[in-house]
């Protein structure tokens, strides 16, 4: 049973697209699909032979750590835009604001290897609907793209995020990506407080600017 307001392959408790799984996290990486364990901001353990590996490290500091800069560099190097233009210091803000869990504005191993298998999932859908490969998509593709990750939104809803990431009438693979990590961030972030699972919860105002603001 989904909720009004959730995204929902199979229900309101199901993974949204590109969410990792309970336990043992699974991400795309060179070669396929690969599991992987906790590497905090460290490197002692590290995994040497992972194809992942070389690129953070080539730009993370001794905390074993990046930045939004950082992270702009590190996906540049790893082509995961491919054809595309690379992505945004905004939108790589936005990326680790997304999976910063202990709120230090940067992004650990673990965490990159997540939304490297995160972005390869947005990206595979975007390519559906950018048949032409010119690096955008029209509203209306758009729309489809969102509602086939799972998310249930009214038409006014997502006619309102149309016009927030569109420029003259199309959407670039760049803010196709940072409106993805918005709903993702902001749909987990809501879940998290609707206790009851019914698609309402009551927000303290500093709550609700807390959870807006740092996306």
């Known amino acids: 049973m989904s909720y009004p307001g959730y995204g929902g392959h199979g229900g309101y408790g199901a993974p949204m697209p590109g969410a990792p799984t309970h336990g043992m996290q699974m991400v795309a990486g060179p070669g396929g699909y690969q599991a992987y364990g906790a590497y905090p901001g460290s490197f002692s353990g590290a995994p040497v032979n992972d194809p992942m590996w070389s690129y953070f490290t080539a730009v993370a500091g001794q905390d074993g750590e990046i930045d939004s800069e950082e992270l702009q560099r590190c996906l540049t190097q790893t082509g995961i835009s491919g054809s595309y233009s690379p992505f945004s210091i905004e939108t790589c803000r936005i990326m680790i604001a997304m ?17 490297f298998g995160v972005l390869n999932v947005w990206k595979q859908n975007f390519m559906m609907f950018d048949q032409d490969r010119s690096g955008t998509v029209e509203p209306h593709e758009m729309s489809q793209a969102v509602l086939s990750m799972g998310y249930r939104i009214s038409a006014q809803t997502l006619n309102g995020i149309l ?18 990590v918005k709903l993702r961030a902001l749909t987990e972030t809501f879940k998290r407080r609707d206790n009851m699972q019914q698609g309402v919860v009551n927000f303290p105002y500093d709550d609700f600017i807390m959870c807006t603001m740092a996306i």
Request: net charge positive.
């Open 99 to 115: 999976l910063d869990r202990d709120m230090t504005s940067k992004m650990g191993f673990n965490e990159f290897k997540e939304l």
């Open 163 to 180: 016009k927030r990431y569109s420029k003259n009438g199309r959407i670039f693979f760049d803010d196709y990506v940072a409106c993805c």
